[in-house]
């Protein structure tokens, strides 16, 4: 076994920090001789040192993380600590070291009138300060230091469960998911091995033989594709079979095993992921995001769920309309497919891609409503009769637009632009060039190619050249010109899509 999976060693804290601000050396060397033994948690006093305002002011752009401010009041100018509170906590934007004003002179700086008009948070003479109470006072501002950066590392790490779990949110494909999940938490608690995911093939199961790694980042890496419970250490082997046999999340010392599944509960995830000497905070940073992901993918679910419910109707609606014009179904599903291919061709993103693919095919559902001695006439149309056949285009456009869903508002978006061209010279509403919507010069392109190559009750199928040739000619007319050039770069996976689904 590999020794990167022995625990590291725990860093010790650091030390406090203060900073001691004063022009009197003495005051330097009592303050340190008086905590040089000072403990808080276990942890001592590092001392700094200026002499002066300037000097501090250096001394505190070089270390943000100083606790505590020890500042006299008098020293280059009457007012030089006070202006330097100033500079902390509103130059600077400091307002978590704590800052103890020590004066000699309390007349120069009287107590009430500097705690209500400066943001400190203790006042002393210096000639009160006996070595007890230096130490009580170390122990009280320590302790408040300690408790406001507590809260603020809390906030932050909130702040970033909001940003990592919006990411997670985002998605729409399943396939995104263990690879945006591994990432966000290994942002999240600074994992710097990495993480892994593994999918179980048999839900709801007994537990499999073997735990497939599908997705890893960092050192896990190299165990894509392989067993996750004979690569790695017997006790997070045992975490992914408890995960997935009790179906929840395994959070331990040294390690965390968290439990996905769908609402239907048809497939499994589990995540493997391995953060030694997690804080407390990094622990509870984890569950909260563990909990945002959970919800994650039951969303990403149902969202699959209902998309893969409309493209069933839209199918079925689909088949509809080719059957009143006596084609075939084969047809439509294979603009769909062209309609995708010209949409990756011309940059679309996944999504559009796939709305596309299943939205296409209702481009002529309108066709319902055409009456069968128009619809289905073998030979040439008259003049009235195009009119009729026309109408085609608004009426599927108008029976889709009435529907909320996104499938079927984008379908409503084709069935209109459909027949518009390129050069304006098309209907219904003689749209040009770029007016006519993507998804309608796409699904034009794609349905007259695939058309031309079927046989219809008015004309035999066209050989692949004599459809080139047609298409190539009406580029800039009926087509848009770089969707032709498209098609042309991508002709032999048009024409395969084709010979795979024949009528």
Known sequence: MDNWFAPEASAALPNWKVLIVDDEPEVHNVTRLVLSNFRFEGRAIEFLHAYSAQEARNRLREHDNISVLLLDVVMETDHAGLDLVRFVREELGNHFVRIVLRTGQPGQAPEQSVIADYDINDYKEKTELTAQKLSTMMYATLRAHRDIMTIE????????????????????????????????????????????????????????????????????????????????????????????????????????????????????????????????????????????????????????????????????????????????????????????????AVGLESQAREMLRYAAPLHDIGKIGIPDVVLNKPGPHTAAETVIMRTHASLGANWLSGSRLPLLQLASIIALDHHENWDGSGYPRGLEAEQISIGGRITALADVFDALGSKRCYKLAWDDQAIRDFIAQQSGIKFDPKLVALLFAHWDQAMAIRSQLPD
Not at 215 to 235: H, V
Not at 241 to 268: C, M, N, P, W
Not at 327 to 335: F, M, P, Q, S, Y
């Open 153 to 344: 590392a809390n906030k932050r790490g909130l702040e970033r469960v909001i940003e990592a779990s919006a990411k997670i949110f985002s998605l729409h494909e399943s396939h995104e998911f263990a690879s945006a999940v591994l990432s966000q938490l290994t942002n999240l608690v600074g994992m710097e091995r990495g993480a892994l995911y593994c999918k179980v093939a048999k839900p709801d199961a007994t537990a499999p033989d073997h735990f497939i790694v599908t997705a890893a980042t960092g050192e896990y890496s190299r165990f894509i594709n392989a067993n996750a419970d004979e690569s790695l250490p017997p006790q997070i082997a045992q975490s992914l079979r408890l995960a997935y046999g009790q179906k929840r999340h395994q959070i331990t010392q040294d390690h965390y095993v968290l439990h996905f599944t769908d609402s239907h509960r048809t497939e499994s995830l589990l995540y493997v992921g391995e953060a030694w000497n997690l804080s407390p905070l990094d622990m509870k940073l984890v569950e909260v995001f563990c909990t945002n992901v959970s919800i994650a993918f039951e969303n990403l679910h149902l969202q699959r769920e209902l998309f893969e419910g409309q493209v069933e109707m839209v199918t079925l609606l689909a088949g509809l309309a080719e059957s009143r014009s006596r084609e075939t179904l084969a047809h439509v599903k294979r603009v769909g497919l062209v309609a995708d291919l010209l949409a990756g």
